[in-house]
């Protein structure tokens, strides 16, 4: 025991000596090149000499022990490890500067970087309207898509990821959720799919058809899997997929069914020779919920994020 104690300590040591050695004034410098690709556009954003900037990027240089950023035709052009520091310490300067201006936050003016993890049927229904928002009215705020974690309330805590948006059935005292809409379970078949007769499906057709799973976590079952066992009936999984948009090209062109939220499926009528049809036995509608954790709650700039993806969904 001592000996683990022993050797987080030195370990914590190391890291404050590290930061020490860091002079946090740089990272700003850092960022806006990175962004502006240009010793003089860095300048005027920061007011700062063109001089002072190139002698911070020199200190910037000796402090890495890297380029950080080479010149090209375009202006200049960040290593991978530039890359990697302004996606590692982006979000944590963010943080520092809000902290500092007393907490206030100007969406038009502010720069952070929200890791959301959802389905790829989540990001679909939801990120684009959101970007739109964002590119509109927030331009230096970022979105990471991340994928679902094996333990969302673990994954929230730990700042793996700000925000989740999914089915979350946990009651935590420290997480909080939010409904973004309900959906319903449909069907998704080829156009000219023999089982399905104008336009619906038996439930005996349904259990002689074989089946596309969505598992995002790799895990076997599904609510609809469980509501047949009760039943006594089971369904045959012939293709199991870790995300929703591979299935409707695979259902296309075979006699697969694909089960899943309508909206998403809907989305596929006109791309691809397929149809939507109602499942043949009622299923409970799911309640889509944006998840997060304490640690960010009364964030200003989560707090604006949250609701703008709130108010994108509200006519959901």
């Not at 799973?213 to 199991?240: H, K, W």
Request: aromatic share 6%; with cysteine; hydrophobic share 45%.
């Amino acid at each position: 025991m001592h000996a683990v104690q022993g050797s987080r300590t030195l370990a914590l040591m190391a890291r404050s000596k590290r930061l020490r050695e860091i002079d946090l004034n740089l990272l700003p410098v850092l960022r806006s090149l990175f962004e502006t690709h240009s010793v003089a556009r860095t300048a005027a954003a920061l007011s700062l000499s063109p001089s002072a900037v190139s002698h911070a990027l020199a200190r910037l240089r000796a402090t890495f022990d890297d380029e950080l950023f080479v010149r090209a035709p375009s202006g200049l052009v960040p290593t991978r490890r530039a890359t990697g520091l302004v996606d590692d310490l982006g979000a944590a300067l963010a943080t520092i500067e809000r902290a500092l201006g007393g907490g206030g936050f100007d969406p038009r003016t502010a720069t952070a970087s929200f890791r959301v993890a959802t389905t790829d049927f989540g990001a679909r229904l939801v990120i684009p309207q959101l970007l739109a928002v964002l590119d509109e009215q927030a331009p230096g705020l970022q979105i990471q898509i991340k994928p679902l974690p094996a333990d969302a309330e673990d994954a929230l805590a730990s700042g793996e990821v700000d925000l989740m948006i999914g089915v979350y059935m946990g009651s935590s005292s420290t997480i909080f959720r939010r409904p973004l809409f309900s959906e319903h379970t449909a069907v998704l078949a080829r156009r000219e799919h023999p089982r399905i007769k104008r336009g619906k499906l038996s439930l005996d057709d349904y259990l002689e058809c074989s089946h596309i799973l969505i598992a995002p976590r790799g895990r076997q079952g599904s609510r609809i899997d469980s509501l047949l066992a009760e039943q006594g009936r089971t369904r045959r999984i012939a293709l199991t997929v870790p995300d929703f948009l591979l299935g409707p090209y695979v259902v296309a062109e075979t006699t697969l069914l694909l089960s899943a939220g309508q909206r998403l499926l809907r989305s596929f009528i006109g791309q691809l020779p397929v149809q939507v049809v109602a499942l043949p036995f009622d299923l409970p509608a799911f309640d889509v919920h944006m998840v997060w954790h304490a640690r960010v709650h009364d964030d200003p700039a989560f707090i604006w994020f949250r609701d703008q993806l709130a108010a994108v969904h509200a006519p959901l």
